[in-house]
């Protein structure tokens, strides 16, 4: 089967990331269209060794499409997305205007790839963060039922956008030029700096939570299709520029021991452990960046209580987090 | 009362920190010594206008000192302040070398200011990431007794000294030109990285936790004066110059109220709160860098058990993590 495929937000560094897991992929492509706002449209993006210029996002632009990969704004998608689907594409929705919709499956493949059957038109992929965290704690949740996670996320500035990786260089070489470092995209200077709020001039929730905060906790409930499991999160924006890293916290309901989750992760579909309980070996964003697999490691039991583990789980952002997960799902459908 | 004072490992950045402080603080000096390793002996040092030789560290450096501010490497520190205890000086010594020693005070002053009278030559001054939580813990446990604390640390590179902040800042720059990074200081590159090993090239403990994460679950016990407090941390580095940051979640036997919380660390010595639930007010590494005080936010309700909070927690690992905290306890001694 050959299909024709859209990158809707193709401009984007998501579009891009997309753009080549296509390619390395094989995806089968019959056509392909890269469309994106009126700002970007006219600019050359290539697939294949061949050219393309960037169409102008517009309500007849799916008539042609079978799948449409969307990288937008929320709103935008919100506003795109229905229409796609009812001109017949499959929309595989990067945003977060469907994901707690449920009537819209939300899949990480290795996890509930069962679930995209039921879709209407739509399927949300889920938030970067989450991927990557569900994609290591369901092999340990099949094997030992998690019931807590308590998660702190070092994010990259690539999950806010190239304007941000921009941003994240330009601050950077001012503050080593001892230059005033006047930050745009961020409220305050990334640059050697952390940021405890994601994303970045949202009010946060009525709980104190941020948005980013709030969808760790739901999306993986919905994703695990278990909501009894409790979790907290804390998210941090870090002057990375790919790469977000994640220090897990869970507690089992059966005891696991270190060696135990290390053999099970091992096996585990999309998962590369990458860990000596003697030292030296560990994931870390600039490794992890350009890989499609989730990294993990630093895995130890928690002597804090009876049945917990720590972990450390790394993952390119734009990849699984995001492109790789999407064409993951498109190929499941295919 | 006029005291004569030595530091010793002066040359290093809580050398130069410790300095600052007793100036800053008007310390009652009346003589100070700048003392170091062979290395970096003659060099200038200035304090209050006057200009200073740095010594050469020997066994006759304490022969007319009241007050040694020690901060060098463990060996040197297991060596030399038996010595300078011995010549009739009170050690506060900044290393890991005595911390734990049952005949050794380890002190946070707003915490156990108590436990400095029972010194007997040597007071340890804990390590940084674990200052910083047990100023904001403190006042917590005295109002609702903590019974856990999952920790996680965002450390910056000045922790391990000023070889690598310059390193820092060296690979930084080779990144944003495009030209190769290669470490000296840490086993990897930090620039625009994370790496969950602290120290580095250390291997780690039995249980696969590093010694950064275990001084933080017994120093913070010994500082509380309880060891039924359960701890577990994870430990990173990131590419901050100075600041480290705690994304630090707790476990109270009373339930305790974000707004309670905030009310109780408002009134608490040495901290600052800088929260705001609404959003867009919390610490940060670069505002926390050259200030005394700990500082808090984020301060939020775990929703994923009965009676937990998360919150943010950033000091400047020189300031309060070292030097400030070092000669906190040289005030209380006078």
């Known amino acids: ?12 560094a998501v579009g891009h990331a997309m753009r080549d897991v296509l390619e390395e992929r094989n995806f089968p492509v019959d056509r392909i269209k890269f469309l994106a706002s009126e700002r970007s449209a006219g600019r ?31 709103k935008l998608s919100r506003e795109f997305s229905p229409i796609a689907a009812r001109a017949g594409a499959v929309v595989i929705d990067n945003s977060n205007a469907f994901r707690m919709d449920p009537d819209v499956p939300l899949v990480v493949p290795e996890v509930n790839a069962h679930a995209i059957k039921a ?11 989450t991927i ?7 092999p340990l949740h099949d094997a030992a039922k998690i019931t807590r996670v308590v998660v702190t996320t070092f994010q990259s500035v690539s999950g806010t956008g190239r304007e941000a990786m921009d941003e994240l260089a330009r601050l950077s070489r001012q503050v080593l030029d001892q230059k005033a470092a006047v930050p745009e995209v961020y409220p305050f200077s990334i640059a ?27 999306e993986t409930r919905k994703i695990m299709e278990d909501p009894s499991i409790r979790i907290t999160a804390t998210c941090v924006r870090v002057p990375v520029f790919i790469g977000h890293s994640e ?8 005891k696991l021991t270190a060696g135990e989750a290390r053999a099970i992760l091992s096996k585990a579909a999309g998962v590369r452990v990458k860990d000596d309980p003697k030292g030296g070996v560990f994931p870390m964003p600039i490794e992890a960046a350009g890989k499609d697999e989730t990294f993990v490691g630093r895995i130890r039991e928690d002597e804090s209580i009876e049945r917990g583990l720590n972990m450390w789980i790394v993952a390119d952002n734009l990849r699984k987090g995001a492109a790789t997960n999407a064409v993951q799902i498109a190929q499941h459908l295919i």
């Open 1 to 12: 089967m050959a299909v024709r495929v859209a990158i809707v937000g193709a401009t984007g």
């Open 132 to 138: 990557q965290m569900v994609v290591v704690l369901k």
């Open 247 to 254: 220090s897990v916290n869970i507690e089992t309901a059966r």
């Open 44 to 74: 050359k993006m290539s697939f294949r060794g061949q050219e393309y210029a960037v169409e102008e996002l517009a309500t007849t632009s799916f008539n042609d499409v079978d799948i449409a990969l969307f990288t937008l704004p929320k």
């Open 119 to 129: 879709h209407k038109g739509i399927i949300a992929n889920p938030n970067c963060s």
């Open 192 to 218: 050697f700096n952390c940021i405890p709020e994601i994303p970045s001039r949202t009010p946060f929730e009525p709980n104190a939570y941020t948005e980013e905060e709030m969808k760790m906790v739901n």
